[in-house]
């Protein structure tokens, strides 16, 4: 048995547990900072609460739906991916009590911790859609923020003959705020190869009153959505689905007043509302009241917890002004890996995360807006070019590059900067 194993063998007393770290959440977020921390100090006692076997690439859940990735492809067993040296606790947790450094598991089992780095992921929230959770999977009604659903959406895309082909948007933060789009992009493309685009009607229905937050990327969505003939209705958000009569309900403001109509749909591709998990928003760290509340509550440039010194949070779970992806965790996980080890060396926690994050909007086979931006909307990009152009160069980054540095580069705490992409591209 190596020194760390004994030594946590040693912090299992009376069926509690005790670890230097413990980092909530094994998904992107947490293996990627437990990596990174691990390659900074293998001596670190650390250990990763997160019960589920399997890790998902989630990102290519859109191109599985697009036809152009598999669903298997996008997967590995969990235990895979825990670093060495990592402890991992399969277990769902249940609630914290940060006034005792204390993560207390469905199972009752009490985890002490001297830092906790918490980063569970998001919620998807199906039942706030009333009929949803019944129709979802059959007659046309899928989803691509499911691996359940994902082949789904290609089959149903396929199977289309003609007539309403809806994609919603919710109005809640979600994960992968482009997504609902790319979708609609690609089966566009599909139903004109297919000979069918003429019998179609593509609607995007958006709670918003824009294509995209960054207005320069909005722009160039709004030449898309023109170039490609798609209505888009703002102000709508779906409230219910009607699979008897395949119609979907939607609640429109007016600005005056909140209105109900019914659509009819054909194919209707959900993007469902989103919050954090319940034993998030039940907890003293989430924020409490305003615009986050429910998400935790850290500041945004360190991402150290505004109340609980010895807390630190990232991912979607963050409660941050910004889009909650992959590529916003590649740059949150080294600010709270140089801060956590600062807090454990005593000297002071300055390192800053400037809200970067990416959403690669792909416009259609081959084509990928890179839409590179911060915490002020401003685009910016790692690739010397103007992000705001759809570009096949950004298609074979999403496609396949992408894909292969989150399990090799990103997963295993090493350098994920977009030299190493220039050097490709």
Same mark, same amino acid.
């Given at each position: 048995?190596?020194?760390?194993?004994?030594?946590?063998?040693?912090?299992?007393?009376?069926?509690?547990?005790?670890?230097?770290?413990?980092?909530?959440?094994?998904?992107?977020?947490?293996?990627?900072?437990?990596?990174?921390?691990?390659?900074?100090?293998?001596?670190?006692?650390?250990?990763?609460?997160?019960?589920?076997?399997?890790?998902?690439?989630?990102? #290519?859940?859109?191109?599985?739906?697009?036809?152009?990735?598999?669903?298997?492809?996008?997967?590995?067993?969990?235990?895979? *991916?825990?670093?060495?040296?990592? &402890?991992?606790?399969?277990?769902?947790?249940?609630?914290?009590?940060?006034?005792?450094?204390?993560?207390?598991?469905?199972?009752?089992?009490?985890?002490?911790?001297?830092?906790?780095?918490?980063?569970?992921?998001?919620?998807?929230?199906?039942?706030?859609?009333?009929?949803?959770?019944? #129709?979802? =999977?059959?007659?046309?009604?899928?989803?691509?923020?499911? &691996?359940?659903?994902?082949?789904?959406?290609?089959?149903?895309?396929?199977?289309?003959?003609?007539?309403?082909?809806?994609?919603?948007?919710?109005?809640?933060?979600?994960? *992968?705020?482009?997504?609902?789009? &790319?979708?609609?992009?690609?089966?566009?493309?599909?139903?004109?190869?297919?000979?069918?685009?003429?019998?179609?009607?593509?609607?995007?229905?958006?709670?918003?009153?824009?294509?995209?937050?960054?207005?320069?990327?909005?722009?160039?969505?709004?030449?898309?959505?023109?170039?490609?003939?798609?209505?888009?209705?703002?102000?709508?958000?779906?409230? #219910?689905?009607?699979?008897?009569?395949?119609?979907?309900?939607?609640?429109?403001?007016?600005?005056?007043?909140?209105?109900?109509?019914?659509?009819?749909?054909?194919?209707?591709?959900?993007?469902?509302?989103?919050?954090?998990?319940?034993?998030?928003?039940?907890?003293?760290?989430?924020?409490? !009241? =305003?615009?986050?509340?429910?998400?935790?509550?850290?500041?945004?440039?360190?991402?150290?917890?505004?109340?609980?010194? !010895?807390?630190?949070?990232? =991912?979607?779970?963050?409660?941050?002004?910004?889009?909650?992806?992959?590529?916003?965790?590649?740059?949150?996980?080294?600010?709270?890996?140089?801060?956590?080890?600062?807090?454990?060396?005593?000297?002071?926690?300055?390192?800053? +995360?400037?809200?970067?994050?990416?959403?690669?909007?792909?416009?259609?086979?081959?084509?990928?807006?890179?839409?590179?931006?911060?915490?002020?909307?401003?685009?910016?990009?790692?690739?010397?070019?103007?992000?705001?152009?759809?570009?096949?160069?950004?298609?074979?980054?999403?496609? +396949?590059?992408?894909?292969?540095?989150?399990?090799?580069?990103?997963?295993? =705490?090493?350098?994920?900067?977009?030299?190493?992409?220039?050097?490709?591209?």
């Amino acid at each position: 048995m190596s020194i760390l194993n004994q030594q946590i063998s040693a912090n299992i007393t009376n069926n509690k547990l005790t670890h230097q770290i413990v980092i909530v959440g094994g998904g992107a977020a947490g293996i990627t900072v437990a990596a990174q921390l691990l390659k900074k100090d293998r001596n670190l006692d650390l250990a990763i609460i997160e019960p589920s076997e399997k890790h998902y690439y989630q990102p #290519a859940w859109t191109l599985v739906g697009g036809g152009q990735y598999q669903i298997e492809n996008a997967v590995k067993d969990e235990q895979d *991916c825990i670093p060495n040296g990592a &402890k991992w606790i399969k277990a769902y947790v249940e609630k914290f009590d940060p006034d005792h450094n204390l993560v207390i598991t469905r199972d009752r089992q009490e985890i002490k911790y001297n830092y906790l780095i918490v980063c569970p992921g998001i919620q998807i929230d199906w039942h706030l859609i009333q009929g949803l959770k019944e #129709a979802i =999977g059959k007659d046309g009604v899928t989803s691509n923020y499911s &691996k359940d659903y994902a082949p789904y959406t290609w089959e149903s895309i396929n199977k289309f003959s003609g007539g309403n082909a809806i994609f919603t948007y919710p109005v809640t933060p979600i994960k *992968c705020g482009g997504a609902a789009q &790319k979708i609609m992009y690609m089966t566009d493309e599909t139903l004109r190869k297919r000979g069918v685009r003429n019998k179609s009607n593509i609607i995007f229905c958006t709670p918003g009153a824009k294509m995209f937050g960054v207005p320069e990327y909005s722009e160039s969505l709004d030449k898309v959505i023109k170039e490609k003939n798609i209505e888009v209705k703002f102000k709508h958000n779906l409230k #219910a689905i009607k699979p008897e009569t395949k119609e979907a309900i939607f609640t429109v403001n007016t600005g005056t007043e909140i209105e109900e109509i019914s659509i009819k749909y054909d194919l209707l591709h959900v993007t469902p509302p989103m919050s954090a998990p319940e034993f998030i928003k039940n907890s003293k760290l989430a924020v409490q !009241n =305003g615009s986050m509340q429910g998400w935790v509550d850290v500041n945004q440039y360190t991402l150290q917890h505004n109340l609980y010194a !010895n807390v630190f949070s990232l =991912g979607d779970v963050a409660g941050l002004p910004t889009s909650k992806t992959a590529a916003a965790i590649r740059k949150q996980a080294p600010v709270v890996v140089k801060n956590i080890l600062s807090l454990i060396q005593s000297r002071q926690v300055n390192e800053e +995360y400037n809200g970067y994050t990416c959403c690669p909007l792909i416009t259609g086979y081959g084509k990928v807006i890179m839409a590179e931006f911060n915490y002020e909307n401003k685009p910016i990009s790692s690739f010397l070019l103007n992000p705001t152009k759809p570009r096949y160069s950004m298609w074979l980054v999403k496609r +396949y590059a992408l894909p292969w540095l989150y399990w090799n580069r990103m997963l295993k =705490g090493e350098p994920f900067e977009p030299d190493i992409l220039r050097e490709l591209f």
